[in-house]
């Protein structure tokens, strides 16, 4: 049950609040809450006045009809409003609100201290809801978003070379053809060597191959 007192604190019409507060107390739904309730009071006769409420969810515009046997109710929620604000006038204020699309909507001779106040307790939830919005969408943004790909650290093969190296082998001395003075003079010293040939043979014979040299 709503408690009327709370939303008398700024010369609110006792009777106008009563009767909003009735209608209002079976609309309100899970975790909503009223925070503030204008009533309008025009300068001539006010018999029959509008009434803005706030909650934590919607704003609702209260309209007497039938000379105040019934009453209308429009409802507007944070997420069609665009923005809210309000203009001081010679009688009272105009409480603006804007929405997302359409036209404006704007209740005048509402009491310029509950005008104040209606705009602060519309812009403070109109801004807590931009600011929930704007955290579900980054939270939204985060799960879509594919995870990074986690680099596997790169395994690097250990390459075994053959490093075998093969004895140092010294290349074999090439031997050149004996020419035929070498190859003659060779076999002269041999028979010396063998004693098959006296010195002044051989000494004679080496004469005369070299001469033909």
């Not at 408690?3 to 009735?22: C, M």
């Not at 969408?137 to 075994?160: D, S």
Request: charge should be negative; proline fraction near 7%; include cysteine.
């Amino acid at each position: 049950m709503i408690l009327i007192d709370r939303f008398l604190n700024d010369e609110q019409d006792p009777k106008a609040v009563e009767k909003v507060l009735g209608k209002l107390n079976d609309m309100l739904t899970a975790n909503e809450e009223l925070i503030y309730l204008a009533v309008q009071k025009k300068p001539a006769v006010n018999l029959m006045p509008d009434c803005i409420a706030v909650s934590n969810k919607r704003i609702f515009y209260c309209e007497p009809a039938n000379f105040g046997i019934t009453m209308n109710f429009k409802d507007i929620s944070w997420k069609s409003i665009k923005e809210v604000s309000f203009k001081e006038e010679i009688f009272g204020s105009k409480f603006i609100c804007v929405p997302q699309h359409g036209e404006n909507i704007i209740t005048e001779y509402i009491p310029k201290v509950q005008a104040r106040k209606l705009y602060q307790a519309a812009y403070e939830q109109l801004e807590a809801f931009k600011d929930q919005q704007k955290q579900i969408e980054l939270e939204e943004k985060r799960i879509q978003q594919p995870p990074a790909a986690i680099a596997e650290p790169a395994i690097e093969e250990a390459v075994v070379l053959d490093t075998f190296v093969p004895a140092y082998t010294p290349p074999a001395p090439v031997e050149e053809p004996e020419d035929e003075t070498t190859l003659r003079l060779r076999k002269l010293k041999n028979l010396y060597d063998k004693q098959l040939i006296t010195l002044e043979e051989y000494e004679a014979k080496k004469a005369d191959i070299l001469d033909t040299f």
